[in-house]
């Protein structure tokens, strides 16, 4: 029997600044209008596009964006290759432009760097939404890795210039940078990684500690996400991912257990609080 099961929620997980921008910006055109396309899933979290569906966003991908004309297109927080905005000229759509700031800067970096023709090596997700913006910059010529086993050190450019999707680990950027210049390559390296994204792996490591158990609220598809609930696992062994409340297994908990809910940048609140309310029922109901 789950007696006297205590459950709190991690102030501080939830929605990043940027994907809580792109969707106020959503709502607010969808309470105008019937329905908004967008260029890709608005956040990688299945539960909130589905209820942004239920207010009328209609999810798109590049080749459909080719066929539609006179339309408007949110651009979500990822950010878009330059290639999105020559189709949306072509085909007079009016482009709703909710790219992450510091997504947006980091595109300009790189074309600068692009430019210059220096030798741009990206550590990020390859296929990821920010990755193809980023690449996007460089006409497709800047080398993506997702890990140093991908690169051939023998081959690569004594001088380099090294730069990260925000969203990646700066622990891991850091590693990166270390184990390349002892490889005796010269690395001009951009510490481009949101702090608020960051700042995330000490506040979570942090909190889980706190715990007898931990769960992680995001979806399958966030890679930040993946991150930030190994982050909980290192130091909590009793960490479970779950994308909805219907994958909550009660055999996790023991009577008296301090559970605490945390969540991915792209997990909204909403999300993490039916997490609570449906453990907080299921004591009602013994």
Same mark, same amino acid.
């Given at each position: 029997?789950?007696?006297?099961?205590?459950v709190t929620i991690?102030?501080?997980s939830?929605?990043?600044f940027g994907v809580?921008?792109?969707?106020e910006i959503a709502?607010d055109?969808?309470?105008?209008?019937? /329905? %908004? /396309?967008c260029?890709?899933?608005i956040?990688?979290?299945?539960?909130?596009v589905?209820?942004?569906?239920?207010k009328?966003l +209609?999810i798109?991908?590049?080749?459909d964006?080719?066929?539609i004309? @006179?339309?408007?297109?949110?651009?979500r927080?990822?950010?878009?290759?330059?290639?999105?905005?020559q189709?949306a000229?072509k085909?007079n759509l009016?482009?709703?432009?909710a *790219?992450?700031p510091v997504?947006?800067?980091l595109?300009?970096?790189?074309?600068? *760097?692009?430019?210059?023709?220096?030798?741009?090596?990206? /550590?990020g +997700?390859?296929?990821?939404a920010?990755?193809v913006? %980023?690449?996007g910059?460089?006409?497709?010529?800047?080398?993506?890795?997702q890990?140093l086993?991908?690169l051939d050190f023998?081959?690569?450019?004594?001088?380099i210039t090294?730069?990260s999707?925000?969203?990646?680990?700066?622990?891991?950027?850091?590693k990166i940078?270390?184990?390349l210049?002892k490889?005796?390559i010269?690395v001009?390296?951009? @510490?481009?990684?949101?702090?608020q994204v *960051?700042?995330?792996?000490?506040?979570?490591?942090t909190?889980?500690?706190?715990?007898?158990k931990?769960?992680?609220?995001?979806?399958?598809?966030s *890679?930040?996400?993946?991150?930030?609930?190994?982050v !909980?696992?290192?130091v909590?062994e009793?960490t479970f991912f779950i994308?909805?409340?219907t994958e909550?297994?009660f055999?996790?908990?023991?009577e008296?257990?301090?559970?605490?809910? !945390?969540?991915?940048?792209?997990?909204?609140?909403w999300?993490m609080?039916?997490?609570r309310?449906t %453990?907080?029922?299921?004591?009602?109901s013994?």
């Amino acid at each position: 029997m789950l007696k006297d099961l205590q459950v709190t929620i991690d102030a501080h997980s939830g929605f990043c600044f940027g994907v809580v921008y792109a969707i106020e910006i959503a709502e607010d055109i969808l309470e105008e209008q019937e /329905y %908004l /396309y967008c260029l890709g899933d608005i956040v990688h979290n299945d539960e909130e596009v589905k209820r942004l569906e239920k207010k009328g966003l +209609k999810i798109i991908n590049h080749q459909d964006l080719a066929l539609i004309k @006179d339309e408007k297109v949110l651009i979500r927080a990822h950010g878009e290759p330059p290639s999105t905005y020559q189709i949306a000229l072509k085909n007079n759509l009016e482009l709703i432009d909710a *790219s992450c700031p510091v997504v947006l800067k980091l595109q300009n970096r790189i074309k600068n *760097s692009y430019d210059k023709k220096e030798n741009i090596y990206i /550590y990020g +997700k390859h296929g990821h939404a920010e990755i193809v913006g %980023l690449l996007g910059q460089t006409n497709n010529n800047a080398v993506v890795f997702q890990d140093l086993e991908e690169l051939d050190f023998e081959r690569l450019p004594k001088n380099i210039t090294l730069y990260s999707q925000t969203t990646k680990s700066t622990d891991s950027f850091y590693k990166i940078k270390d184990n390349l210049i002892k490889a005796g390559i010269n690395v001009n390296a951009n @510490d481009t990684i949101c702090r608020q994204v *960051s700042n995330r792996d000490q506040e979570l490591r942090t909190f889980a500690k706190k715990f007898d158990k931990i769960i992680f609220v995001a979806g399958t598809k966030s *890679s930040n996400g993946k991150v930030l609930y190994n982050v !909980c696992k290192d130091v909590n062994e009793h960490t479970f991912f779950i994308s909805n409340v219907t994958e909550i297994k009660f055999e996790w908990f023991e009577e008296g257990d301090n559970v605490g809910i !945390c969540g991915a940048t792209s997990t909204p609140m909403w999300l993490m609080e039916e997490v609570r309310d449906t %453990l907080l029922n299921l004591l009602k109901s013994i």
